[in-house]
């Protein structure tokens, strides 16, 4: 009996480790949950180990002792297998692989174990030595050795992959010296039994190297701490770029107007004047960017899907192109394959700012030579892949800087830019929305000579014909409003200056009102007008709220306009739902203030000329055409 000492002493590990790790707290993970299976399993090899020992030594029925073997093998092939797993764990397969891998080695080790139960196995018992035999050990130490191949190399492979975290390798590495130690040991004394004790030393190292769950903690309190500070850190660039970005076209507003209060000639205040809208004009496209940015980081920012013309928008786009080209000498072509089926379904929205961003990035970094907008499609199973490139001869961009550009507030020599405005967030915005709508943009750039963006994007097909909208096409920029009579209701003094300053060039007569309850005693009272320009967030009773009250009154036909600084995405279909004639954002866009004034007065004003396009042809409906890919 002088053997037991070790199988004992395996007993009295596996026991304590099990008290130790069941009794803490732990993390969940997929390594934690397999060595929590692992020290269960250690603990009924140790058991059964000490008790077929103590029993062949004393009683030593051997038909007992084959039976109690047979177990002992099937829990070891067991071992095996989840030693097998947490290997695979620590690997950090995905988890299809893993499961794929988990599934062939359950299979196999089933088939061991029943290979193990039924198969004949040989115990011979002398002179204090258990020595066991047969195929039912054969097949068992198959299954090991199998294993353990597996272990060694995937235990190579990971510290190869991962040199830095090799700790994780310690305990394998003490295993297989373990192995060829127990292996000796068993050589030259036979009587001494081995393995139950070196798998829970080795159970034991694995836990105070790898599985403890105090460390455990501390390692993930300290991902947690460096995630919260890398956070923490982007804000405060957030900020420090936001500060720069949005001062900067602050100050040249503060200080062109502080020049217009003391210039005396005309025509300097207009130059400065020019100055102050262009500044602005920088200043909104910072703040619209910085939402956009902002909403798309905190996974808000939504792709609102429709049928569209994407043949329109490409026109217009490009219409809108040339005056920002102005005097540049620049050739501007455009090259739509004509297969670009009519009605499309997806972002127009999004696909607009896409192209847009690259379309005046082309503009901008480009002083001479051509610009080149071509789109491209191959239509399939009612998808339609559009090829959308943008190739301008401007300055280029270096190899090494292609990656920054799209990197928020990254924007290349600086120096070179100063007169050209941009905030740096274009093509980070256009980038994270190309993929938002599984599309890809590739940019291709030769340093001083030129750049191609080009934009991969599936939008679906749509057979449905357009509907034959009302399209007003209204001339307003001579017109003479002057019977007309606006009401502009909003609580801010600067902004109902601001609104009827831009509605003078219009020869309309304005009205301004403070509140919600004014405006409503102003039409009770019998004031009539031909429009009311309302804004929304106003004190006590908001604009909606003033609206509805205005369409209960008998006989209100007036058009009324939200005038509102809630101009984020879908806030002007909200404020249409609400039932509003239309839309107009703050600050006021001269041509959408144009716009609306033409639709709004349009139809009681004989100057204004108003158009309905002709419908388009069916044939472009008719879906039996063959489309160009299909030919
Ligand atoms: P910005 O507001 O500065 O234009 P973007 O994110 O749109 O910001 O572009 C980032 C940077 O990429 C620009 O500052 C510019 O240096 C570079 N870039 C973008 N488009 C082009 C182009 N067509 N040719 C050369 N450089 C470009």
Known sequence: MDGVWLPAGAFLISVLLLIVYFTKSNTKSLETYIYARLIILNFLFSLIGMGVYIYSMTIGDISIVSIIQKVYLSILSSIGFYMFLYCVAINQLKEKSYNKIKNVAGIFTILIVIGVLLLPIETILYDSVLDVGGTAYYCA???????????IIMTIGYFFKNRAKFKKCIPFLVLFALCIGGFLLRRYYPEVITETFFFSFFFLIMYFTIENPDLKMIHELNAAKDAAERANRAKSDFLSNMSHEIRTPLNAIVGFSECILNENDLESAKSDAKDIVMA?????????????????????????????????????????????????????????????????????????QIISNILTNAVKYTERGIITFEVNCINKDNACSLVISVEDTGRGIKTDKIDTIFNKFERLEEDRNTTLEGTGLGLAITKRLVEMMGGKIVVQSKYGAGSKFTVYLKQEIRNTPQKQEKVYAVTVANADFSNKKILVVDDNGINLKVATRLLQPFKVIV????????????????????????????????GTETFHELEKLPDFKTPVVVLTANAIEGMRDKYLQEGFTDYLAKPIDKLELERVLGLTLAHTNEEVKEEIFEPLPEELFDINVPLKSDE
């Open 280 to 352: 602005s004009q920088n200043l909104l496209e910072i703040v619209n960017g910085i939402l956009d940015i902002s909403k798309i980081e905190a996974d808000k920012m939504e792709i609102v899907e429709a049928e569209y013309n994407l043949r329109d928008n490409l026109d217009s786009l490009a219409k809108l192109m040339i005056p920002r080209i102005g005097e540049k000498p620049i050739e501007f072509q455009t090259k739509f394959a004509p297969d670009i089926p009519p009605v499309l379904y997806g972002d127009s929205a999004k696909v607009k």
């Open 141 to 151: 130490m198959v299954a090991l050795i199998t294993f353990f191949v597996f272990i």
């Open 511 to 542: 009205e301004e009102c403070e509140s919600g309850e004014d405006c409503l005693e102003r039409i009770k009272d019998g004031a009539s007008y031909d429009l009311i320009l309302m804004d929304d967030m106003m004190p006590r009773i908001t």
